[in-house]
Nanobody
Framework: QVQLVESGGGLVQAGGSLRLSCVAS????????MAWFRQAPGKEREFVAA????????TDGDSVKGRFTISRDNAKNTVYLQMNTLKPEDTAVYYC????????????????WGQGTQVTVSS
């Protein structure tokens, strides 16, 4: 079992930046693929980015390629999402998720979720 706590959300103007953080409990963080998903009002949850447990390779969703960067610090049990050049359509609740010894862009494959952090981008 792993518990995830996100932070770093807030209100930002279009073109601005935010960095989200997600801290995981436990001692086996390096064995988990860590991912970020987001969900806007009235829309389905959308894959944003993932950092694989194996070699830390990353995968980015099409809508954020070139703007968002996922990274992880295994010593701190933390995964980050650096969001640059934010757009109003990036407004959503952002969730951190984890799955052990696997990698996926599908939210149903992740058994562990944080509570979410709100990101609002004003135009």
């Amino acid at each position: 079992q792993v518990q995830l706590v996100e932070s770093g959300g807030g209100l930002v103007q279009a073109g601005g930046s935010l960095r989200l953080s997600c801290v995981a409990s436990g001692r086996t963080f390096s064995t988990y693929t860590m991912a970020w998903f987001r969900q806007a009002p009235g829309k389905e949850r959308e894959f944003v980015a993932a950092s694989s447990w194996s070699r830390g390779s990353t995968t980015d969703g099409d809508s954020v390629k070139g703007r968002f960067t996922i990274s992880r610090d295994n010593a701190k049990n933390t995964v980050y999402l650096q969001m640059n050049t934010l757009k109003p359509e990036d407004t959503a609740v952002y969730y951190c998720a984890a799955v052990k010894f696997a990698i996926s862009t599908g939210d149903r494959d992740y058994p562990y979720w944080g509570q979410g952090t709100q990101v609002t981008v004003s135009s």
